[in-house]
């Protein structure tokens, strides 16, 4: 997971400094907005595969050793929240 995770972070990285070229070169202002929203959306891919990882792995820990399971699912609970604003 970890080394996929770095391959699509590299990948992003890339999309923001073709981003910065493009605003370097007087681009079309909607062919920079339509990069952005592929980033945003990788961003977001990221996200889930991180967070879908730590809900399988520390959140279903904590509750199956009954050890702090109501505060983990708490913590779960406030990250997708703030993961999925605007």
């Keep these: 997971m970890k080394d996929d995770l770095q391959k699509r972070l590299r990948r992003i990285e890339g999309q923001v400094r073709g981003i910065q070229k ?3 070169n ?3 202002c ?6 952005i ?3 945003q959306s990788a961003m ?6 991180i967070l879908e990882s730590h809900t399988r ?3 279903r820990d904590a509750i199956a050793s ?3 399971g109501d505060a983990k699912i708490d913590e779960l609970m406030d990250v997708i929240r ?4 605007g």
């Design 26 to 28: 007087d681009r079309y």
């Design 66 to 68: 009954d050890t702090g």
């Design 82 to 85: 703030q993961f999925t604003k």
């Design 30 to 35: 909607v062919d920079i907005l339509v990069q």
């Design 22 to 24: 493009m605003v370097e």
């Design 57 to 59: 792995g520390c959140v």
């Design 44 to 49: 977001k891919q990221v996200g889930l595969v």
């Design 37 to 39: 929203a592929a980033i």
